[in-house]
């Protein structure tokens, strides 16, 4: 079956400017992660959703970062006024979801260039 | 909080020699342990996880890791290295006594594996 999607794989912004990304989770999958992972660093929670639950925001770096999810499956991640720091790779995962510690299933990714 | 340290960034190893990718951890709880790896322009793929049960965990492509509360570590280990296990590999941790979904994972180990 498809696996998770992300799109654009790259984009390249200038600074000041938002930007939005998309993911699509495998269907069926209940959570939903994102994550930033810079040049050389490891991979920065960002937010997950589970269900119809209120999300885990605790990882957004700022508030001009948020993020939704429509309908229990498509998920955007909104940089507002994006500044050169945000540049780095954003990745998302998805995994079935409820109590259970299922391994989580990653996108490509989308390659944000902030110049 | 929960946190993941992976002290090497780097290991180098001999084709055919054992190699080991070392993580240690932190929860308030009990984990769930997972390693991830990321291959050259590839997306991150799941290995093992520990949830209960027995210390050794075995994964894919002939990769274990053991489980150590004590010393609260989770390394990943493999009998005999090749050169295609070259790649950056993750350690991840979640917190079971939370009951949430948040991930958190390591900064990364680069393997490099010498013919």
């Known amino acids: 079956g498809a696996g998770v999607s992300q799109s654009p794989s790259n984009k390249v912004t200038e600074k000041g400017k938002d930007v939005e990304l998309r993911c699509d989770p495998i269907s069926g999958h209940t959570a939903l992660y994102w994550y930033r992972q810079s040049l050389g660093q490891g991979l920065e929670f960002l937010i997950y959703f589970q269900g119809n639950s209120a999300p885990d925001k605790s990882g957004l770096p700022s508030d001009r970062f948020s993020a939704e999810r429509t309908g229990g499956s498509v998920s955007t991640l909104t940089i507002q006024r994006t500044q050169q720091e945000d540049s780095a790779v954003y990745l998302c995962a998805s995994t079935p979801g409820g109590g259970e510690p299922y391994e989580q299933y990653f996108g490509p990714g989308t390659r944000l260039t902030v110049t | ?115």
């Open chain 2, 1 to 115: 909080a929960q946190s993941v340290a992976q002290p090497e960034d780097q290991v180098n190893v001999a084709e055919g020699n054992p190699l080991t990718v070392k993580c240690t951890y932190s929860v308030s709880g009990n984990p769930y342990l997972f390693w991830y790896v990321q291959y050259p322009n590839r997306g991150l793929q799941f290995l093992l996880k520990y949830i209960t049960g027995d210390n050794l965990v075995k994964g894919s492509y002939g990769f274990e890791a053991e489980f150590n509360k004590s010393q609260t570590s989770f390394h990943l280990k493999k009998p005999s290295a090749l050169v295609s296990d070259s790649a950056l590999y993750f350690c991840a941790v979640r917190d079971s006594s939370t009951g949430g979904f948040k991930t958190i994972f390591g900064a990364g180990t680069r393997l490099f594996v010498k013919a």
